[in-house]
């Protein structure tokens, strides 16, 4: 698998992500090895997890997998704090006393004492960015963190934190911003891929597939083992089952089909060529869909289709 360097730092990543949103939780730890031994068997060496996903749960799991299924210095983890779930509903709070206590934790959760890469979940409003970003100066210098970047910010939010740093000698540099981005959702067209450009950060494409809907299995109905089925996840997928949604997906397995590819590997495609994309995030339910999205790298779309998706998708 091509490995592609972030920006102008020297974190190096496989151009495919594996997303372990699920792992603890409706993955289970055989499963997820399962799928951990093929990514790296397909030369993936980016791991992507969070502190709230599964409630810590994620992290645990990759923690088992360290020293059994893979050497620690072979694999490039990801983490992110400053997202929380509190007697159900999220709460976001990025204060420095907050995300150091939660990146502690998720270092005891995984067995390690560094993170490769340590990010900031999500902006927040109530929280000064520069006590947020004095956290990430902490992780930095003291190795707990190789490398920071952030989440699920907005062009302005992350060319602001991005340039904070950089003004500052001594202070730990954003290396990546990491975003939803597929052929449903391409808001950051418009403000971060060109802060990133400008910016020379790597960036991070959460959710290439559409949260799932451009894989075709909504085409006919909600499968009874799909996220939309979950209780937990159904609210995440029923954003994108609508009108518009629908044509870009029958124009993917249109594209599909005249290629003799699935409509996941042309939906990945555009993702992870697109330019100015580090890598892209994958999660699957199973070592079965994982394989098949791992497939995905055996192909490249023709510059016609991609500019039929790019129009269709607009």
């Known amino acids: 698998m091509e490995l592609r360097r972030a920006g102008s730092s020297g974190l190096t990543l496989s151009r495919l992500g594996l997303g372990t949103l699920t792992w603890g939780r409706d993955t289970d730890e055989h499963e997820a090895a ?39 210095e072979d694999v490039v983890i990801a983490t992110k704090a400053g997202l929380l ?94 975003n939803e981005y597929s052929l449903l959702n391409r808001k950051i067209e418009n403000e971060v891929i060109p802060c990133a450009d400008s910016l020379n950060v790597g960036l991070l494409a959460w959710s290439p597939l559409g949260r799932g809907i451009l894989t075709g299995k909504y085409r006919n109905g909600t499968p009874s083992d799909s996220r939309a089925a979950s209780p937990h996840f159904a609210g995440f997928v029923e954003k994108y089952l609508n ?18 590819y699935s409509p996941l590997e042309v939906a990945l495609a555009w993702v992870r ?9 994958v999660g699957a339910r199973t070592g079965a869909q994982l394989r098949g999205i791992l497939a995905s790298e055996e192909i490249s779309l023709p510059p016609i289709v991609r500019d039929v998706l790019d129009e269709i998708s607009a």
């Open 34 to 72: 399962d799928q951990c031994r093929a990514f790296l068997d397909a030369g993936g060496n980016f791991i992507d997890t969070a502190a709230m996903y599964g409630d810590g749960d994620s992290e645990r799991t990759i923690g088992g997998l360290i020293g059994t299924l893979f050497k620690r």
């Open 243 to 260: 009108p518009r949604s629908a044509r870009i997906v029958e124009a993917v397995a249109v594209a599909a089909e005249g290629l003799g």
């Open 85 to 178: 779930t509190t007697t159900g509903a999220r709460v976001i709070d990025t204060s420095r006393r907050s995300i150091i206590a939660e990146l502690d934790r998720s270092l005891a959760r995984l067995g390690t004492d560094y993170v490769d890469l340590w990010q900031i979940h999500t902006w927040d409003v109530n929280n000064p960015l520069d006590d947020t970003l004095s956290a990430l100066d902490y992780a930095y210098q003291s190795g707990k963190a190789r490398y920071v970047g952030v989440s699920n910010f907005s062009g302005w939010q992350s060319a602001r934190a991005i340039t904070r740093q950089e003004s500052h000698p001594g202070k730990a540099p954003i290396a990546t911003l990491q």
């Open 273 to 281: 060529d697109a330019p100015f994309v580090t890598s892209a995030i």
